[in-house]
């Protein structure tokens, strides 16, 4: 495998994508963050309660990668502990909802709209962006990642009493969604003062969840309205990742006035492809644990080639990326294997019958 040189810098070659000009190769963005605190020398904990830690995490891992784009998310947990639900911070682990804020659906009066200089985590993430985007913006795009209205609504009552109110109290649960969407336009407002890009990541939308007449019932309108105010504040395109299957929603998470569709590994690009590639941009789907975790380099590589020959011709544009979040523990060697890949066979004119 012959590895070519980038001709263009990851601030470059993402600029000229978005306005569809020619760029030198496919872009590559593996979804990194919180689980490869390790890379470092640093846990998970010390990641999600340092600005300084995530900010030379990112850094480091650009310095490495030099891939498509970096960033600080606000973890899926985060918004919802912001408005009173209790997270867990595990040393080196993932973060969970160790008890919800509320304890009924009729207890809306406990909670409003949250100050993000304030609450919880959303300060040490903001200060994080903040740091990151001065550091690194001239050389390559810096985003931040906000929940779906719907998954943290889910971590305020806790999914299961929550996923039954959908049935039994229709109108207190778009009061709790009016709620979380208000304070995630107060980080939106912040964010896009900021400059930097925008993306969403709602895993409860999943249709491995909830069906496709829920979804558009609780879910889409407080997508919508998310995306409008960011592009409102910040003139900026946003992605959105949906967790698990979304093969049914696909059209609809079109309809939320997203550019660029992140899905799941468990879903094929090449159907995502036919279905809605004249709309928008494609976004990933190496498995994260199968392949990157468990995988060898060449599984890798080998599964990254796939992506591109089902995707590399989309009609909007495609990135390689992983399928998910890159789990703990996982070889840095196969995430070089990823971006390996789109330097040796991502690079135009794209030769199909290398792939």
Same mark, same amino acid.
């Given at each position: ?20 000009? !020619? ?14 605190? $390790? ?30 784009? %970096? ?36 207890? /809306? ?12 985590? #959303? ?13 690194? $913006? ?41 709620? %979380? ?6 980080? #939106? ?18 249709? $491995? ?11 889409? !309108? ?31 998470? %079109? ?5 660029? /569709?992140?899905?799941?590994? #468990? ?58 979040? #890159? !789990? ?25 019958? @290398? @792939?």
């Amino acid at each position: 495998m012959k590895i070519k040189k980038d001709l263009m810098t990851p601030k470059e070659r993402m600029q000229a994508f978005a306005k569809g000009q !020619p760029i030198d190769r496919i872009p590559c963005k593996p979804n990194m963050g919180v689980t490869l605190a $390790s890379f470092i020398g640093k846990t998970t904990y010390e990641y999600y309660n340092n600005p300084e830690v995530i900010v030379e995490l990112e850094i480091s891992l650009f310095k490495k990668f030099r891939h498509d784009g %970096v960033g600080v998310g606000i973890s899926l947990r985060e918004v919802a502990e912001a408005m009173g639900t209790k997270v867990t911070y595990p040393e080196n682990g993932i973060s969970y909802v160790e008890d919800p804020a509320l304890n009924d659906i009729n207890d /809306l009066d406990k909670l409003s709209p949250i100050n993000p200089y304030k609450a919880g985590k #959303i300060p040490i993430r903001l200060k994080a962006l903040k740091m990151l985007n001065d550091a690194l $913006s001239k050389e390559v795009n810096v985003g931040c990642n906000i929940p779906g209205p719907f998954t943290t609504a889910s971590d305020l009552l806790g999914t299961e009493k929550f996923l039954k109110a959908l049935i039994k109290y229709p109108e207190k649960v778009h009061q709790l969604l009016d709620i %979380v969407t208000e304070s995630n336009f107060k980080i #939106i407002d912040i964010i896009a003062n900021m400059g930097v890009g925008f993306s969403m990541a709602d895993p409860l939308s999943s249709s $491995s969840i909830i069906s496709k007449k829920l979804y558009k019932e609780f879910s889409l !309108p407080y997508q919508k309205k998310c995306i409008d105010r960011m592009k409102q504040k910040s003139g900026k395109n946003t992605s959105i990742h949906v967790c698990g299957k979304s093969k049914e929603i696909w059209s609809s998470l %079109v309809e939320s006035g997203i550019v660029t /569709l992140s899905i799941d590994n #468990i879903e094929d690009l090449e159907e995502a492809k036919k279905a809605v590639g004249d709309k928008v941009c494609l976004v990933g789907n190496v498995p994260p644990v199968d392949i990157v975790k468990y995988g060898s380099y060449e599984d890798v590589v080998r599964e990254s080639k796939l992506c591109i020959k089902k995707a590399y011709d989309n009609p909007k544009g495609f990135v390689l990326s992983t399928g998910c979040q #890159i !789990p703990i523990s996982s070889p840095i060697e196969n995430i070089q294997a990823l971006m390996d890949t789109v330097r040796s066979y991502g690079t135009y004119p794209i030769k199909i019958d @290398l @792939l």
